[in-house]
Nanobody, 120 residues
Framework: VQLQASGGGLVQAGGSLRLSCAASGSISSINVMAWYRQAPGKQREYVAIVIGGGTTNHADSVKGRFTISRDNAKNTVYLQMNSLKPEDTAVYYC???????????????WGKGTLVTVSS
């Protein structure tokens, strides 16, 4: 199973970006998809999560500015980021809890990350 994230880049404060992460490979189903981020010199932190039925949750630091969504048919998760702040600068990683095809086993997979830089 591979996760490919895209959509990062350089944006001015107050701007918007949309991240995408597509999962591919031996996938039977994906129970959970999420975004995390890691700023320079800091630990990786949770950003948002979406469960198979569509229930979402966002970290307090991004609530009201970021929106997570998913397209189950495409095994893709999105993160719409609005009103970006310099403190949102980080490498953003997608995560998926996947049931591997022809098994009942669940595993966590991570994408390689996409860099978001917000200038002041």
């Amino acid at each position: 199973v591979q996760l490919q994230a895209s959509g990062g880049g350089l944006v001015q404060a107050g701007g918007s970006l949309r991240l995408s992460c597509a999962a591919s490979g031996s996938i039977s189903s994906i129970n959970v998809m999420a975004w995390y981020r890691q700023a320079p010199g800091k630990q990786r932190e949770y950003v948002a999560i979406v469960i198979g039925g569509g229930t979402t949750n966002h970290a307090d630091s991004v609530k009201g500015r970021f929106t997570i969504s998913r397209d189950n048919a495409k095994n893709t998760v999105y993160l719409q980021m609005n009103s970006l702040k310099p403190e949102d600068t980080a490498v953003y990683y997608c995560n998926a809890r996947v049931v591997v095809r022809n098994t009942r086993d669940q595993y966590d997979f991570w994408g390689k990350g996409t860099l978001v830089t917000v200038s002041s």
